[in-house]
């Protein structure tokens, strides 16, 4: 990849991406069946096109085991990364400066347990599409799990006329970027709003317009103003991969792995006699009008789990709840197909049994008010995880001390205006999303852990007129007393501060 055909004038957003993370991707690997990489040991992970580095530092920070590469072709996503990790002492981490193809070459003799990207790959050339493929395969160790994250057909296909128009424009206006990118942004709306031929045939191009306008002008370049821009073709990467003896195995995204509940059931006995690992794919994204894919691969050489191994394996996973998580069933979850219903029978003794305490699959099999549906209950968890109710505990050791050094830092650079939204989890050995206002009161009781009521809510104010935040009494209260009642615990609960 060379700077030449890819955006570096301006920085990628900060971002986190839950499922990209090592702990995730063995959770849902697992659950696959299959024989994952041990991360309560010492283990590798490589992220290929990092941005500016300040998920991979939470990854580094929360997941001390870990030795984790970064690589970017923008020196200033480096530098950002770079400098983030010394001020929170987070050292298991390196970035590199490099394409992807040179770093490759680079770890002739090295490899990774995890290499994940996210994004880059429908923004680059069909070139460099091949140097990522070749990397990832080069790089993974046998059994090694590959996450590659892109824009995805038919669900993006109506795209590409846009984002030409959208580029050319853009490179002929004057201005600022933000000016640039709004004129670009509002041609097009006037023709959605006229619903002209291409409008009028493609109604999901004028919702995705109307989405853009909330998204950081960073993040539309990005996106759409890259060189190269392209929504992929499911089959042939899968394709491509396996003939890199890297098979598909799943999707991070858990929900999807359970046709069940993410493929329309009027058309599941049609995929079901599909045998092709790759048609089976394309059916499934016509199915849901897919727009985007987090592709879970494994690198040949590690031989899937017998049914007895699966059992055991499943058997040790221990989940706990997450932030807002309901405390009974049933439950409804919104997926791509609609609404799905998670009966009260299942999901009731689950979300009650977690409200307590976190719970292994072990001794959520014995509850008593889930006999009978022992093989339920690995795909329940896999759909509240996706949902963001549960999370997979970190197994091995935790370093507690350092996510809340590194949240300390983060908080304070959110309170002076970086856009830093995810706390470190280290008992998740992930992140946690937090409102400015949570990243406020993050920051105080990180140095103040027993305030709650009345002295929270003062020293919260005086912060605030102290960093020249502005801050009212009005609903503050509210706020504060659903935070201490609903965030606050399971924050404590999983390290955050």
Same mark, same amino acid.
């Given at each position: 990849?060379?700077?030449?055909?890819?955006?570096?004038?301006?920085?990628?957003?900060?971002?986190?991406?839950?499922?990209?993370?090592?702990?995730?991707?063995?959770?849902?690997?697992?659950?696959?069946?299959?024989?994952?990489?041990?991360?309560?040991?010492?283990?590798?992970?490589?992220?290929?096109?990092?941005?500016?580095?300040?998920?991979?530092?939470?990854?580094?920070?929360?997941?001390?085991?870990?030795?984790?590469?970064?690589?970017?072709?923008?020196?200033?996503?480096?530098?950002?990364?770079?400098?983030?990790?010394?001020?929170?002492?987070?050292?298991?981490?390196?970035?590199?400066?490099?394409?992807?193809?040179?770093?490759?070459?680079?770890?002739?003799?090295?490899?990774?347990?995890?290499?994940?990207?996210?994004?880059?790959?429908?923004?680059?050339?069909?070139?460099?599409?091949?140097?990522?493929?070749?990397?990832?395969?080069?790089?993974?160790?046998?059994?090694?799990?590959?996450?590659?994250?892109?824009?995805?057909?038919?669900?993006?296909?109506?795209?590409?006329?846009? $984002? $030409?128009?959208?580029?050319?424009?853009?490179?002929?206006?004057?201005?600022?970027?933000?000016?640039?990118?709004?004129?670009?942004?509002?041609?097009?709306?006037?023709?959605?709003? +006229?619903?002209?031929?291409?409008?009028?045939?493609?109604?999901?191009?004028?919702?995705?317009?109307?989405?853009?306008?909330?998204?950081?002008?960073?993040?539309?370049?990005?996106?759409?103003?890259?060189?190269?821009?392209?929504?992929?073709?499911?089959?042939?990467?899968?394709?491509?991969?396996?003939?890199?003896?890297?098979?598909?195995?799943?999707?991070?995204?858990?929900?999807?792995?359970?046709?069940?509940?993410?493929?329309?059931?009027?058309?599941?006995?049609?995929?079901?006699?599909?045998?092709?690992?790759?048609?089976?794919?394309?059916?499934?994204?016509?199915?849901?009008?897919?727009?985007?894919?987090?592709?879970?691969?494994?690198?040949?050489?590690?031989?899937?789990?017998?049914?007895?191994?699966?059992?055991?394996?499943?058997?040790?996973?221990?989940?706990?709840?997450?932030?807002?998580?309901?405390?009974?069933?049933?439950?409804?979850?919104?997926?791509?197909?609609?609404?799905?219903?998670?009966?009260?029978?299942?999901?009731?003794?689950?979300?009650?049994?977690?409200?307590?305490?976190?719970?292994?699959?072990?001794?959520?099999?014995?509850?008593?008010?889930?006999?009978?549906?022992?093989? +339920?209950?690995?795909?329940?968890?896999? !759909?509240?995880?996706?949902?963001?109710?549960?999370?997979?505990?970190?197994?091995?050791?935790?370093?507690?001390?350092?996510?809340?050094?590194?949240?300390?830092?983060?908080?304070?650079?959110?309170?002076?205006?970086?856009?830093?939204?995810?706390? +470190?989890?280290?008992?998740?050995?992930?992140?946690?999303?937090?409102?400015?206002?949570? !990243?406020?009161?993050?920051?105080?009781?990180?140095?103040?852990?027993?305030?709650?009521?009345?002295?929270?809510?003062?020293?919260?104010?005086?912060?605030?007129? $102290?960093?020249?935040?502005?801050?009212?009494?009005?609903?503050?209260?509210?706020?504060?007393?659903?935070?201490?009642?609903?965030?606050?615990?399971?924050?404590?609960?999983?390290?955050?501060?």
């Amino acid at each position: 990849m060379s700077s030449a055909s890819y955006l570096t004038d301006v920085a990628y957003p900060h971002h986190f991406q839950t499922q990209a993370t090592s702990n995730w991707l063995a959770f849902v690997a697992t659950a696959l069946g299959r024989a994952v990489p041990d991360i309560s040991r010492a283990y590798r992970s490589c992220e290929l096109g990092c941005g500016q580095g300040y998920g991979a530092v939470i990854n580094a920070a929360a997941n001390p085991n870990g030795h984790f590469v970064a690589v970017d072709i923008n020196p200033r996503h480096i530098a950002h990364g770079r400098a983030l990790a010394a001020a929170a002492g987070v050292a298991n981490i390196e970035f590199i400066e490099a394409n992807f193809r040179d770093f490759a070459e680079s770890c002739a003799h090295d490899t990774f347990d995890f290499v994940i990207s996210h994004g880059v790959y429908s923004w680059v050339s069909p070139a460099v599409q091949g140097e990522m493929r070749q990397a990832v395969a080069q790089l993974l160790k046998p059994g090694g799990l590959a996450y590659l994250g892109y824009m995805s057909q038919p669900g993006l296909f109506f795209l590409g006329p846009l $984002q $030409q128009l959208l580029r050319r424009h853009v490179q002929g206006a004057t201005g600022s970027l933000e000016q640039r990118v709004s004129a670009a942004l509002n041609l097009l709306q006037g023709m959605a709003s +006229a619903r002209v031929g291409f409008f009028a045939e493609h109604p999901q191009a004028s919702i995705y317009l109307q989405s853009l306008a909330s998204r950081h002008v960073h993040y539309v370049a990005h996106e759409l103003f890259n060189e190269h821009w392209s929504s992929i073709n499911s089959g042939e990467l899968i394709e491509q991969m396996s003939e890199l003896a890297c098979d598909f195995i799943g999707s991070a995204t858990a929900l999807e792995n359970i046709d069940e509940v993410s493929v329309p059931g009027n058309v599941l006995a049609l995929l079901n006699q599909l045998p092709g690992v790759a048609e089976r794919e394309l059916f499934k994204d016509l199915a849901r009008n897919q727009s985007d894919r987090c592709d879970l691969f494994q690198k040949r050489g590690v031989a899937a789990l017998t049914t007895g191994q699966h059992r055991q394996a499943l058997w040790q996973q221990c989940v706990t709840r997450l932030p807002g998580a309901p405390l009974a069933g049933p439950i409804e979850f919104d997926t791509r197909i609609g609404p799905v219903q998670g009966p009260a029978g299942l999901f009731g003794p689950l979300l009650k049994a977690l409200a307590d305490y976190p719970q292994t699959f072990a001794s959520l099999a014995g509850l008593p008010a889930l006999g009978g549906q022992t093989g +339920a209950i690995s795909p329940a968890l896999q !759909m509240l995880a996706w949902a963001g109710h549960v999370h997979p505990l970190l197994p091995g050791e935790l370093d507690v001390e350092r996510c809340q050094a590194l949240n300390r830092v983060i908080s304070e650079r959110a309170l002076k205006g970086e856009t830093y939204q995810w706390l +470190a989890a280290p008992t998740l050995g992930s992140a946690v999303a937090a409102s400015p206002l949570q !990243m406020l009161l993050a920051r105080v009781l990180l140095d103040y852990p027993q305030l709650r009521g009345k002295l929270l809510k003062q020293t919260v104010l005086a912060s605030a007129r $102290q960093l020249d935040i502005h801050a009212t009494e009005v609903g503050l209260d509210a706020e504060l007393e659903a935070f201490e009642r609903q965030v606050l615990p399971v924050w404590q609960q999983l390290g955050v501060v």
